[in-house]
């Protein structure tokens, strides 16, 4: 059984902060993706890495994909308010099928 | 663009009742998927369509749930019969070709 774990589940910090989100597993992926979702809505595509070292920033987020492309990292830098979500790491490995974590509940206080 | 709609948002219904959840996916995407997501299990994929045709439906917990693709516009999920175990929020996603899924906003299920 494929199993992707995220931590932490659950995360406040105050504005201004820093924090770094994981996902481990012990099988080896096609690509990482990693969503946010926001309440009430369906989690949306930040990033996807493919390629193992890789490391992708999107503002104030970066991310990084494990050499042995096993397992990925999100770093916010200076979290702000708006940050606030649940955070979901998703492993490829077929063309369409997703291994899950479990998310990383974040709460950023102003 | 619209994006993926689902329809209804919310939906309270009593045990052995009827469910049927409807999605519209993007125009032009090739591929729908339907997830269901708990507090306990988090996201789940119980079936994924490629052109209208069911791919994988080894996710569907059991008899009780059917999903349907009459056309590259539609797709409907229903439970018959529900059981509270079903409440949860039902996500459908969309994706042309190998790209990024698209998810719609969910239907809250509650079965009471």
């Known amino acids: 059984t494929q199993l992707l774990e995220q931590s932490p589940q659950f995360l406040s910090i105050q504005e201004g902060e820093n924090l770094t989100v994981y996902c481990n597993s012990s099988?080896?992926?096609?690509?990482l993706q990693w969503y946010r979702q926001e309440p009430g809505e369906g989690p949306v595509l930040l990033v996807t890495?493919?390629?193992g070292g890789e490391v992708k920033k999107l503002k104030r987020l970066t991310f990084q994909f494990g050499d042995a492309r096993k397992d990925s990292s999100l770093h916010i830098t200076a979290a702000q308010p708006g940050d606030t979500g649940l955070y979901l790491c998703a492993g490829a490995f077929s063309n369409y099928q997703l291994i899950w974590g479990a998310g990383t509940k974040l709460i950023i206080k102003p | 663009d619209a994006g993926v709609i689902q329809s209804p948002r919310h939906e309270v219904t009593e045990m052995g009742q009827e469910v049927t959840l409807r999605c519209k996916p993007i125009?032009?995407?090739?591929?729908l998927f339907w997830y269901r997501q708990t507090m306990m299990r988090g996201l789940e994929l119980l079936i994924y369509f490629n052109n209208n045709v069911p791919i994988d439906d080894s996710g569907m917990p059991e008899d009780r749930f059917s999903a349907k693709m009459p056309n590259a516009s539609f797709s409907t999920l229903k439970i018959q019969p529900s059981e509270p175990r079903d409440s949860a929020v039902y996500f459908c996603?969309?994706?042309?070709?190998?790209?990024?899924?698209?998810f719609g906003p969910g239907t809250r299920l509650t079965v009471l």
């Open positions: 890495v493919v390629t």
């Open positions: 125009s032009g995407h090739n591929s």
């Open positions: 099988s080896v992926f096609s690509s």
């Open positions: 996603a969309s994706r042309a070709m190998d790209h990024e899924q698209f």
